[in-house]
């Protein structure tokens, strides 16, 4: 009924559907219809003409442009081959099929800054249809960009000095970079990126030049590593980096310090001399000649038994030193030097103690000590403090004491303060003196030094000992008629104690109270006053008795000690009387019959003398010639011997004597 366009509608799907009358039965089917293409359709670009750049870097193969036509034909007929129709140059190719154009060369090395290719299509029908012509072809102008493709190049050195005094605003360097890229590809900037954290250095971006921002201390810092940076203008933009070192020149700006202001050591003394002190040391932070140190000490108290080391500061002695003659030296003059010009010094000052060895032995003030001291003192009394110096230090300077020799048990020392005390009570009477000796030691731990002294302790009396008689009691006999001041007897009473403590005084304290006696006080001689008659008084007692003495013995002590002793005085008879029978004669009468040995008579005689004078002995001196009686000589008992006769005799006659 109508044209049919295969490009309109390509197929044609119809249900067809039979019905017999008006049954409400039918029956259908589905016809399709393809509608077959003809090619009566040329290939048509969508647009005429087409502008792209590329890069003159591209390489070959590189596809700068696609180009596309299209055709309402289907199968063959719309199938669509590319072609360039006209040429300005062999650089591109075209995929037929694809319609890709491609580089098949470089154009970096072409003058030539846009090329025009006119691209036809052409369809595969039969017969093909095509856009030969020049108003059916696709223009395409390819235009040809130089690419950022070279990094700025560094062309100034890494490396640039500067003297540190310099003012601000000073050129420092300048730094150049090249980009062989044109336009703004080529265009540098300059940057610093790190190492200017303090600011100071201020970069001109466009002429590179590197000036100070500030003033600049090497000692502060010595060199700067700045990170700089040449960025291209292109886009995107390339860049390279370099680190510029700066090196700071140095003057002579800084004064040496030493790392100490006051040095502290300390050195043996009695050494060699050549001996090591310290070595000092001072720092500049200059460098170079600037840094560059001298060392020498400066004239003062003591600085010539040291010597230094100009170089290396290093100090050792000239001299033996003596830390009894000097234990510090203060050397305030230590001073260095550096060798810049002009020349910049500085001074410490250094403390040397001396230190100690044992080359001193303890000494004492006197080679001997004598003191006295009295013997009542109480047990833990301090009778001598002692000293001893010692002219060393520390332990080789510290004393202790203790003593040598036998102190009987009576003394004691204490080892720090050297004080003696008595250990127990003193007893002049028991020992008059001691004798002993003290060692002062030093408490040095390597051969310890010692001295001793003798000590010599007078004891000193003290009244506390009675007087005692030599004899208590005393017994004198002196013989009767004895005249007046006749020494009946010598007393002595001895004292322990001594000088006036020990010296007598004699007196008769009872028993004399007819002063028949006297006693000399000072010799102890007692000696009769009055003359003695032994028939009158035979004896001369204690208190007890009028007949005792009691003597007095008193020391000159204050105060005074005294005992007594009991005298007894016995006056000795003289035989200045005969015996006297009791009767001038015994007349006795017996029978001649009484047996021998009878007891015949007994004759009895006394004597007013005493003692062995009144001892009477009786002896028959006549009338008993032929022994007719014995006569007891002790008794005075008469007994019979022989018989007796009265026819023969009728009477004796006896004489009987006492004597």
């Excluded at 039918?26 to 750049?53: A, C, E, R």
């Excluded at 200045?576 to 005689?605: C, L, M, Q, R, W």
Aim: with cysteine; net charge negative.
């Amino acid at each position: 009924k109508k044209q049919l366009d295969h490009e309109t509608q390509s197929a044609v799907v119809l249900t067809v559907q039979s019905q017999l009358g008006n049954s409400p039965v039918y029956s259908s089917t589905q016809v399709n219809i393809s509608v077959i293409d003809i090619n009566d359709n040329p290939p048509v670009f969508l647009t005429k003409s087409d502008k792209v750049t590329i890069s003159h870097t591209q390489p070959p193969g590189t596809a700068v442009y696609i180009a596309h036509a299209e055709d309402k034909d289907s199968g063959l007929n719309g199938a669509i081959k590319y072609s360039i129709a006209s040429k300005q140059s062999n650089a591109f190719s075209i995929d037929p099929s694809l319609g890709v154009v491609n580089l098949t060369r470089t154009v970096f090395a072409d003058k030539q800054q846009e090329y025009t290719l006119h691209i036809a299509a052409e369809d595969c029908g039969s017969p093909p249809l095509t856009s030969f012509l020049m108003l059916d072809s696709l223009a395409v102008k390819i235009i040809i960009l130089d690419v950022n493709d070279n990094n700025p190049n560094f062309t100034s050195s890494p490396l640039s000095y500067v003297m540190e005094d310099v003012e601000v605003g000073c050129l420092v360097h300048h730094i150049i970079a090249k980009d062989p890229d044109e336009g703004r590809n080529g265009q540098v900037t300059y940057h610093i990126l790190s190492g200017n954290e303090n600011k100071a250095f201020v970069l001109d971006k466009i002429t590179g030049l590197l000036t100070t921002a500030q003033l600049l201390d090497r000692e502060i810092q010595e060199r700067y590593s700045l990170t700089v940076m040449a960025l291209d203008d292109g886009s995107p933009a390339l860049s390279a980096t370099q680190v510029l070192t700066i090196i700071l020149l140095d003057v002579n700006d800084e004064i040496p310090i030493f790392t100490k202001q006051l040095y502290e050591t300390a050195v043996h003394e009695n050494q060699d001399p050549g001996e090591f002190v310290i070595k000092v040391e001072a720092v500049d932070r200059d460098a170079g000649l600037n840094s560059l140190l001298w060392y020498k000490i400066l004239p003062g108290i003591g600085y010539e038994k040291f010597k230094m080391n100009s170089s290396s500061g290093e100090l050792v002695t000239t001299a033996s030193l003596d830390r009894e003659t000097q234990e510090v030296f203060s050397i305030k003059g230590n001073s260095c030097r550096d060798l810049g010009s002009p020349s910049r010094s500085s001074t410490a000052q250094l403390y040397l103690t001396v230190l100690d060895e044992n080359d001193h032995s303890p000494l004492f003030a006197k080679t001997q000590y004598q003191i006295s001291v009295t013997e009542d003192l109480e047990e833990g009394s301090a009778i001598l403090d002692l000293y001893a110096s010692d002219e060393d230090d520390g332990l080789n300077g510290e004393v202790m004491y203790s003593l040598i020799d036998n102190t009987f048990g009576a003394f004691a020392i204490d080892s720090v303060t050297g004080s003696i005390v008595t250990t127990k009570a003193l007893d002049r009477e028991t020992k008059s003196q001691y004798t002993f000796r003290v060692v002062a030691s030093d408490c040095s731990t390597h051969l310890p030094r010692s001295t001793t002294v003798s000590v010599v302790v007078h004891i000193e009396d003290v009244n506390d000992n009675d007087p005692i008689f030599l004899q208590n009691p005393i017994r004198a006999f002196v013989p009767a008629e004895t005249p007046v001041n006749e020494i009946v007897a010598t007393v002595f009473a001895t004292d322990l104690d001594s000088g006036l403590n020990g010296e007598m005084e004699y007196s008769i304290l009872s028993g004399n109270e007819n002063a028949t006696f006297l006693i000399d006080s000072a010799r102890g001689i007692l000696a009769t006053s009055t003359g003695l008659d032994h028939e009158n008084t035979s004896s001369y007692r204690f208190v007890s008795s009028s007949h005792r003495l009691v003597l007095l013995a008193s020391d000159c002590g204050t105060p005074s000690l005294n005992s007594t002793a009991t005298v007894l005085i016995t006056v000795l008879d003289v035989n200045d009387n005969a015996p006297v029978f009791s009767s001038p004669e015994y007349h006795v009468h017996v029978k001649e019959s009484i047996p021998i040995g009878s007891h015949v008579t007994e004759v009895s005689a006394y004597d007013c003398d005493a003692a062995t004078n009144t001892e009477i002995t009786y002896a028959i001196i006549s009338g008993n010639e032929r022994g007719h009686f014995r006569l007891d000589g002790k008794t005075g008992s008469m007994d019979l011997m022989k018989m007796l006769d009265y026819e023969d005799t009728m009477k004796f006659t006896l004489i009987i004597q006492a004597t």
